[in-house]
């Protein structure tokens, strides 16, 4: 089997684990963060997933959701409302996300961090897996053209990040973020998807790309990377 070929055969795994809610590692690039992310659904996700995410993660567990949703809720890039809130806020302003402040990206897809109001503290894997399970229900309303008042459901500042995808979603920016919403795209899912950055326990660095495959290896889950979702995106017929 060629090269091509084992590639559309990791991308059909990863579709196949995503439309059954399933846990998947999804790596960007050598060239951007050099990072591995555990990944699932924000529909599927339970507390033992993010206590999985958490404990062999150990990187911020974040909600990314598509950009036609988040924009439909209103809600802003954090780089913006740090920007505004510095007009008024001189102490902010030496710390806002400037053009070039990034060495891999032109800038943060960091949106609102949200509580569900059915939480009390936030931060318990019951109350992670809540909120996350109904940002996934919301983006899915929307996106199905039902009215949805945001401010009714959640409360901010919260311990959910949101991620808001870039316009035009993985080719005009190729992070996990925007991966994670093609992947839900190529597989008929709410396009609400969380990820949680992979760490090494030993060096505090990304886990590597070898010690993330050894690691899918070892737990029987799909390893795939940006390039090949990037590729099969493209051609994709929707």
């Known amino acids: 089997m ?4 084992n ?5 059909r795994k990863v579709i ?12 960007d690039s050598e060239g951007r963060e050099g990072e591995t992310d555990l990944t699932v659904p924000a529909t599927s996700i339970t507390p033992a997933d993010v206590k999985w995410m958490r404990k062999d993660g150990g990187g911020l567990i974040c909600t990314a959701i598509d950009f036609r949703a988040s924009n439909n809720f209103g809600l802003p890039f954090m780089a913006d409302v740090l920007k505004e809130a510095s007009r008024t806020n001189n102490s902010l302003k030496s710390i806002v996300e400037q053009s070039g402040d990034l060495e891999y990206d032109t800038r943060s897809s960091f949106s609102l961090w949200v509580n569900h109001r059915d939480t009390r503290t936030g931060i318990p894997d019951n109350d992670r897996s809540l909120t996350i399970n109904k940002l996934g229900e919301a983006v899915q309303k929307t996106i199905n053209g039902e009215d949805f008042d945001f401010g009714a459901e959640f409360r901010s500042p919260g311990h959910v990040a949101i991620l808001k995808a870039a316009e035009g979603e993985v080719n005009k920016r190729m992070g996990q973020t925007e991966l994670s919403i093609a992947i839900a795209n190529m597989s008929g899912i709410t396009p609400a998807m969380v990820v949680c950055e992979m ?25 795939v990377e940006g390039k090949d979702i990037l590729e099969a995106y493209r051609s994709w017929n929707f």
């Open 199 to 223: 760490l090494d326990d030993n060096n505090g660095k990304a886990l590597s790309k070898d010690d993330a495959m050894e690691y899918a290896r070892k737990h029987n889950l799909v390893f």
């Open 2 to 5: 060629n090269s091509s070929n």
């Open 16 to 27: 196949d684990a995503a439309k059954n809610g399933q846990m998947f590692l999804l790596y």
């Open 7 to 11: 590639q559309n055969e990791t991308v």
